[in-house]
């Protein structure tokens, strides 16, 4: 190998860093700098005791535009993933390149979800884990896991799936196959796992006219669905969101 090579396979690492360390500078001070103690009293009170974590209390539309002004960086994602606060994990995952994530990788960081919104930002929400080339294998997989962090986050990525536009996109017989394994479960599975249904649902339902009628039969089996018992939330109502005045005009439903 040549000096020059040499040189420059170095030059090129010593840079790498400094823009890792420039980029982990610029993140500390845009936490801080949006720091909410309104959202870290909450943070406080429902999750600081049991899930080990910290958190600046940052909601999730300003860690998306942190996100954004640090850019995909695959390397600090895997920094800021050993990180004790939620909210630098988010970032973890906002960040990270779907070409350069791993199988590997994402079975150790399923383990690792210690909190709720970490799994819905982790497999929802446009993450790069849907993006990445062994999604649709990965999903299925995990729909058919027994353990339910897996399950969840394996419909969470059906969920991003369906919104695919894109030829590659599976065929309304995988979509009908999803379909009727939420149909034959959906009575057996953790609350967490039923909400995560009833996103995948929505998103499939929203293709076509085909895929509507058969993912409103078991919606209508499902009802709506309830949240944990500390959310205020509203019951997730998947057959008011496959019904809805939008859809009907959307697949010409008379």
Known sequence: M??????????VIIM?????????????????????????????????????????????????KISKQIGRDHDLALKLWQSNF????????LIDDPKQIT?????????????????????????PLAKTSFVIPLLVDWIESKNTMRQSC???LLYE???????????????????QTISETFQKVHK??????GGALIGIGKRNLRLNTSALKVAKLIGPIHFESNSDCEPLDV???????????????K
């Open 86 to 93: 939620y909210d630098a994990r988010i970032v973890s995952l």
């Open 154 to 156: 394996g419909y969470g």
């Open 239 to 253: 057959v008011k969101h496959l019904t809805s005045d939008y859809i009907k005009n959307k697949l010409s439903i």
């Open 16 to 64: 790498n860093h400094e823009t890792q360390l420039m980029n982990i500078t610029k993140l500390e001070a845009l936490l801080k700098e949006n720091k909410n103690e309104l959202g870290i009293q909450k943070w406080n009170q429902r999750y600081s005791k049991s899930k080990g974590l910290k958190s600046y209390g940052i909601g999730l539309t300003v860690l998306r």
């Open 2 to 11: 040549s000096t020059v090579h040499i040189c420059g396979t170095l030059c």
């Open 103 to 127: 199988r590997e990788q994402v079975e150790l960081q399923v383990e690792d979800l210690k909190q709720g919104h970490l799994a819905h930002v982790f497999s929802s929400c446009g993450a």
């Open 161 to 179: 799936v369906s919104k695919s536009k894109k030829k590659s996109a599976p065929s309304d017989d995988f979509f009908l196959k999803r379909i």
């Open 192 to 197: 967490v796992v039923l909400l995560s249904m």
